[in-house]
């Protein structure tokens, strides 16, 4: 199984990114997708997740800003990300939680960085 992430980069404060989340192999059923972040210095922490049904949960600071979603189809999850902070400033990990047995796979990390 291998997380594929893109879409980071450089955005002023006050723009939007849209980070992808592409899941490939051999993958019998994806329950939980999810996004977390380290930044400089801090621990790594949820952003957000969505749940096989849709259900959704995000960090407060990043509620009413950040859209987490899913296509089933192409294995892929999304977050689109508006009025982009200077704190919003971290490395972005995709994670996936798998079958069964619900074992957890991380994708290798996308750099987004918010210019004040």
């Known amino acids: 199984v291998q997380l594929q992430a893109s879409g980071g980069g450089l955005v002023q404060t006050g723009g939007s990114r849209r980070l992808s989340c592409a899941v490939s192999?051999?993958?019998?059923?994806?329950?939980?997708m999810g996004w977390y972040r380290r930044a400089p210095g801090k621990q790594r922490e949820l952003v957000a997740d969505?749940?096989?049904?849709?259900?959704?949960d995000y960090a407060n600071v990043v509620k009413g800003r950040f859209t987490i979603s899913r296509d089933n189809v192409k294995d892929t999850v999304y977050l689109q990300m508006n009025s982009l902070k200077p704190e919003d400033t971290a490395v972005y990990y995709c994670?996936?939680?798998?079958?069964?047995?619900?074992?957890?796979?991380w994708g290798q990390g996308t750099q987004v960085t918010v210019s004040s």
């Open positions: 994670k996936v939680n798998l079958g069964v047995y619900a074992h957890d796979y």
């Open positions: 192999g051999t993958i019998l059923s994806i329950n939980t």
């Open positions: 969505i749940s096989s049904g849709g259900n959704t």
